[in-house]
């Protein structure tokens, strides 16, 4: 399940093997605290650009056997070690500093081209690094891993879409706004209307395809891992289905998942199957 504000990362969940969690848990304290220099405080984008190339060049260190700075020591301490152990590729690291360095600067969305290409840079990595932690190298795997973990990040944007709208962040499609007759000043004054909730069904609808897509990969997966990544496949499902019911009105609202919904959970998860 997530923990905190960094979404869609399990992190050290009971169903987590034992083995990797400290290595998911230094990936995780990474991705937050590169999160948190993009997005929290009151610092221009100038200085957040500076600290997330200092970030950067910690990263780069570590990557060849070297001491990181002493600012992040408490991060790159502990992912130095799960980079020896398991020989986790740097790139999919660096991608995730390349999705935050892009956040700075709050981008406009074309279309559903440019979201991808983000989502291959915010979400796609996190998989990539689970699946190498679980010992799963095979490109339909990766190719399934992508299209859940891009599912998850849309399924985000549309679960925040008012709270991003607040912060001036807009993950909408810009040619599917135009065409729905809106434009970005009713977006960023958070003006919900049944054009929009109509827009946001069509994306939701997008989401639940692409989980749907790789969520077969979960029943591929042996042991813990596998169920990990059932419940983190239905808890996108779950959380798509909570904006239906709310008529799409993610404008004005945001539906969350809690303990309450695990049992329903549980039981999607425990009942998957692969499509005949």
Same mark, same amino acid.
């Given at each position: ?10 992190? +050290? ?17 990474? +991705? ?21 190339? +200092? ?73 990539? %690094?689970?699946?190498?932690?679980? *010992? ?40 599917? %706004? ?31 395809? %692409?989980?749907?897509?790789?969520? &077969?990969?979960?029943?591929?997966? &042996? ?12 808890? *996108? ?20 998942? *809690? ?18």
């Amino acid at each position: 399940m997530s923990v905190d504000h960094y979404e869609n990362f399990p992190v +050290a969940s009971v169903l987590c093997p034992p083995t990797i969690r400290p290595a998911v848990v230094a990936v995780y304290h990474f +991705a937050r605290t590169a999160d948190d220099i993009a997005d929290e405080g009151d610092a221009p984008a100038a200085q957040r650009h500076a600290d997330l190339a +200092a970030y950067r060049a910690d990263l780069e260190a570590v990557v060849r056997g070297c001491a990181p700075g002493e600012r992040w020591a408490r991060v790159f301490v502990p992912l130095a070690a799960a980079l020896e152990r398991y020989a986790l590729p740097p790139v999919w690291l660096h991608r995730l500093l390349d999705a935050f360095e892009q956040d700075v600067d709050n981008p406009v969305y074309a279309d559903r081209q440019q979201i991808l290409a983000y989502c291959r840079r915010s979400a796609d990595p996190v998989g990539r %690094l689970l699946l190498h932690l679980y *010992g799963v190298r095979d490109a339909e795997s990766e190719r399934r891993s992508d299209a859940v973990c891009t599912g998850l990040q849309l399924a985000n944007f549309w679960q925040d879409l008012g709270v991003d709208a607040g912060r001036r962040r807009v993950y909408l499609p810009q040619d599917e %706004l135009a065409a729905a007759g809106l434009t970005m000043d009713d977006v960023l004054a958070r003006r919900d209307s049944p054009a929009l909730r109509r827009l946001v069904r069509e994306l939701c609808a997008w989401a639940e395809s %692409l989980l749907r897509e790789g969520a &077969p990969l979960a029943l591929d997966v &042996p042991g813990r891992a596998g169920w990990e990544l059932r419940l983190v496949a239905q808890g *996108g499902l779950r959380v798509l289905e909570k904006i239906g019911r709310m008529d799409h009105a993610t404008m004005s609202a945001r539906p969350t998942i *809690g303990a309450a919904d695990l049992p329903a959970l549980l039981w999607r998860a425990a009942t998957m199957r692969h499509a005949r």
